[in-house]
């Protein structure tokens, strides 16, 4: 069983940075980064595979986003740079059976809590 536990969300102004960090317990193999704003669906935006040497990420986030991990910490992070108020929307860690980086919401078996983050213009 895996536990992940997100961290760093919250208000910033567009423009802005936050670095989301998701800690996980037990072992991870690929790991991603969702969100979901109010009345639409979970979406994908990064994902990273277990040696940390595949990354993909959604057309929206890419450029400004870095996926990265520290395994010896069990920790995935995600920088967001240049942050827009459509970023606004909880975001989500995930942790998948395979060790490949993978785009699909299906492949992702565990799940954080979510936190918020809150883009003003």
């Known amino acids: 069983q895996v536990q992940l536990v997100e961290s760093g969300g919250g208000l910033v102004q567009a423009g802005g940075s936050l670095r989301l960090s998701c800690a996980a317990s037990?072992?991870?193999?690929?790991m991603g980064w969702f969100r979901q704003a109010p009345g639409k669906e979970r979406k994908f935006i990064a994902a990273i595979s277990w040696s940390g040497d595949s990354t993909y990420y959604a057309g929206s986030v890419k450029g400004r986003f870095t996926i990265s991990r520290d395994n010896a910490k069990n920790t995935v992070y995600l920088q967001m740079n240049s942050l827009k108020p459509e970023d606004t929307a909880v975001y989500y860690c995930?942790?998948?059976?395979?060790?490949?980086?993978?785009?699909?919401?299906?492949?992702?078996?565990?799940w954080g809590q979510g936190t918020q983050v809150t883009v003003s213009s």
């Open positions: 995930a942790a998948a059976s395979s060790s490949i980086a993978t785009t699909s919401i299906y492949e992702y078996d565990y």
């Open positions: 037990g072992r991870t193999y690929a």
